[in-house]
């Protein structure tokens, strides 16, 4: 079960790397106006997005296979509400994917700011997310 918590935390730093830094290429694709550039945002974007992919994927792996291992755990409110959250945050992974889609295609509709504020989003879901883990409240 240890190896499956170190794998877990290993993959879940992996997937938030790309989280806080995928949003933050949005903002400097959106800023950039020649096609050099433009094109180089969208391959940066691809190859981090599969990273990250692959990151969430092994991490809710591990999750699930924790909670297989002992399905108490799901009774626990704490718990339940740490699903919940990531939850969204796979939601906002998706997200994610469809905004470098949209960018990638030039079908963008938003500004460099609200890029740096839809930055933010996993970083307090990461707060909440620990504080269930750690404290269990």
């Not at 999750?63 to 939850?87: E, F, H, N, Q």
Request: charged share 10%; with cysteine.
């Amino acid at each position: 079960m240890l190896w499956l918590k170190a794998f877990h935390v290993v993959f879940v730093v992996t997937w938030f790397a790309g989280l806080f830094y995928l949003p933050r290429l949005f903002v400097y694709h959106v800023a950039a106006s020649d096609a050099p550039g433009l094109a180089r945002f969208a391959v940066m974007e691809r190859r981090l997005f599969l990273i990250m992919s692959v990151g969430a994927l092994l991490a809710v792996l591990c999750g699930a296979a924790m909670i297989l291992s002992a399905p108490g755990y799901l009774t626990l409110g704490w718990m339940r509400a740490k699903l919940l959250l990531v939850a969204a945050l796979v939601g906002y992974h998706g997200w994610c994917y469809q905004l470098m889609l949209a960018l990638r295609a030039h079908q963008n509709s938003h500004s460099q700011r609200w890029y740096r504020l839809f930055n933010e989003l996993p970083g307090l879901l990461l707060v909440a997310i620990v504080v269930l883990a750690v404290v269990k409240p």
